[in-house]
Each structure stands twice: as C-alpha cells, then as structure tokens.
C-alpha cells in the first residue's frame, strides 16, 4: 500500500498522513479513462457488450403512446425525485423543526387537472398505480404540466413512493428502476386526515 | 465599526427558499417544536403567471424593528424597549405573558413561547451582536439574501433596486416594487 507513495512505514508515522498531490489535465499526457483514451460520444464498451453506444430516446414501458389502453384506466403521469431544502433523502424526518416545514408529503398537481377530480388545497389524496395505491396531500401549482403528478421520495409507510413504481422492468444493462413516468390515477381520499374539513 | 449600528439587508432576489435562516434562528434561539415560535420564516409565494411568464418568490420574514413598534404602544407592563440602536428587545423578567402583543403585532412577527410563557421575536441575535458576530440567520443564509451591512453598503447594494425599510431592516427586489 505505500509503494505509491514512496514512504516507508516509520517516516509516515512521523509524517503523521500523506496525500497525492493534485495533478491537473492530466488527460493531456494519459487521455482519458476509455479504450481509446479519447472522450467517447459512441460509448465503445457498451458496443463490445452488445448493447447501442448512443445514448437514443425510447418511449417508457408505460406511457400514454406505448401502452394507450392502460393510459385510459390510469390517464395521469408520475414523475418523482423532486427534492426538497429540508431533507436529504430519507434523512431528518425525525428533527422536529425540520419536520414542521413539511410534515406530509405533497403531490404537485396542475390546478386544472386538481379541478377536474375534485381536489383541493391540502386534500389527502390516492395515487393508485397499476401496482398498488399511495397517500399524500395535494399541492397545487401551475409550474407543473396538468398531465403529470409529481410525487416526492422516500417517505415512510404508505406515503412511500416505491409502492406505486415499478420495479420488474430495470434497465437491461446497469439493472436501475424506473422512477420516472409510470402511469397512475388520482382521487381524494375517502377520509381526510388531521381534521381538515372538505367543502362540499 | 460597531455591529450595532449596521442594518438587516434581505435581497428578495437571492434568497432561493431554502430555509436556512429559519432552521439557524430556531436553533440559535431554543425555538423547539413545543414552543410554537418561528421567529423568522419563509414564506413561498407559489408560481403564477404575470406576463405571460412564470413567477416563483421566497420572501424571509421577521420582526422588522418598526420605527414606532405597536407592540411597545400596547405592552401593560412596559416589558417591550426600542433600544437606542433601534433593536427593539422583549424583556423577559418583565414580561407577563399576556400576549397582548401577539394580536397587536400588524406583520405576525410576535410569538407566545408556549414553554417558557412569554412573548418572544427576532432581536437580531442580540447576545451575538454583542459577542461581536452577526446575527444566525445571516451567518447561514447560503444564498446570500440577507446581509448585515452598513449604511454605506446598504446604499450601494441597493442602487437601482425597489426597497422598502424601516430603521433596522431593508427589504430590496429588482424585480418586484415592494410595498409596505
């Protein structure tokens, strides 16, 4: 492990650390980390492995054009990822004050698309997926397109988003889920939490 | 130059909502859950459509140190002071919990401390100020929308730009004609 660094053992206790000294372009003497040693737009190991170099768009599993008789039952979007300041990933949800910010997960969703179903402001909501069904509240705003929802991530329990996605069809070659554009629909909720009162 | 007699600058267009300042004034201040006070929040204005074009804004909130505070005019027991480098204090020996200025405050910057039981808001960190550091939210805004500046500085950053202010506050926009 010292070979690399030319240092014997007791001159790095002395020493008391070491680190390798910041070269920069280094790519200028060695290129790049590729086969060809030059930045790759055709990815060649992906070539060798028998898969398309080029990175080219292909329409989900399930969207609206690919699977249009699914699109009827289920006609929203999800889309999911968004973060938020408070949390990092699923990491403070426990801290009180940061909790108080957001206490519940929120579903964006355009207003027009809201009104359509019947939602309003804060409303508990189900996102139900061919799959399984969710819990959120709804946050409307118009930076969201109004067939899409936008559902936030690791949240606990039935609030989480992994319920409603798939995870059969992964990537054929690095094996990631689909987190994104999987279709659902939305209705309220048939009881709404934290007494808030629906208007009728 | 004395830390005192600087001003709060907040740029509306810098602060990209991110909640620091609340977080690092309820920490600085032991403003726990169980208290129900938030000195200092964000508010989120939540996109709209003005011009045809699509409109997002944070807008920090806190005590703004009026120059003729409505909660001194109503505190019973005088517990309430504007300090003479215009920070205006609560006292809380003095304070009895009446809450009275809770309803008088006009902008909400005015809590009960449902744990200790008195009044309690943003007075700009004052054991800090005093310590010789600006006050928490300043110091953790990442962003870099509030600042405390002097009056010199103050005039500089804000050439050009709407603001409205008080004696210790300033609040500045480009974007938007700030209103009071």
Known sequence: MLEKTGLTWEDLKQKGGFSFPDVYKKYEKDGFSTPSKKVELANSKMRNLGFDPLPRYREPDESPISTPELAKEYPLIITTGGRVPMYRHSEGRNISILRDLMPHPLMSINPITAKELGIEEGDDVVIESPRARMEAKAYLTIGIHPRVVQLPSHWPGMQNVNLVMDNERCAPLIGSTQLRCQLCRVYPAPYQRCGVKRKK | MNLMDKKMLIILDCCIGCHACEIACRQEHDLVYETYSKWCRVMT?????????????????????????????????????????RIVVVDNEKCNGCGLCVYACPHGAMFFNEVTKVAGKCNMCLERLEYGIEPSCVQHCIGGALRYVTQEDLEETTKGKHITSTG?????????RLVR
């Not at chain 2, 210790?168 to 938007?176: E, G, L």
């Open chain 2, 45 to 85: 204005i939540k996109p709209r459509q003005v011009q045809n074009e699509l409109h997002l804004d944070f807008f920090p909130t806190m005590c703004l140190h009026c120059d003729d505070p409505l909660c001194i005019r109503c505190c019973p027991v005088e517990a309430i002071i504007k300090r003479e480098d």
């Open chain 2, 168 to 176: 210790k506050i300033c609040y500045a926009s480009s974007k938007w």
